[in-house]
């Protein structure tokens, strides 16, 4: 398993945004701002793919490309 780099930020949000989500999740700040992120992340990939609906041949993809979407 690779290490993955972390990075300190300081961040400004509604008090209230975050306790909700907080306790939505049953987690702490960090963890919360972690998961809106690869959530974010995941909605746009997802954008992005519903773009290319029908314009992708199946027969055009190799597994390997497939496969390189999961890094």
Same mark, same amino acid.
């Given at each position: 398993?690779?290490?993955?780099?972390?990075?300190? $930020?300081?961040?400004?949000?509604?008090?209230? %945004? #975050?306790?909700?989500?907080? +306790?939505?999740?049953?987690?702490?700040? @960090?963890?919360?701002?972690?998961?809106?992120?690869?959530?974010? $992340?995941?909605?746009?990939?997802?954008?992005? %793919? #519903?773009?290319?609906?029908? +314009?992708?041949?199946?027969?055009?993809? @190799?597994?390997?490309?497939?496969?390189?979407?999961?890094?």
């Amino acid at each position: 398993m690779h290490t993955i780099e972390m990075q300190k $930020i300081t961040v400004e949000v509604p008090k209230s %945004l #975050l306790d909700a989500a907080k +306790t939505s999740l049953g987690k702490g700040n @960090s963890e919360v701002i972690r998961m809106a992120l690869r959530e974010m $992340i995941a909605r746009h990939a997802q954008r992005d %793919l #519903l773009a290319l609906r029908g +314009t992708l041949k199946e027969e055009e993809l @190799s597994i390997e490309d497939m496969r390189s979407w999961e890094d």
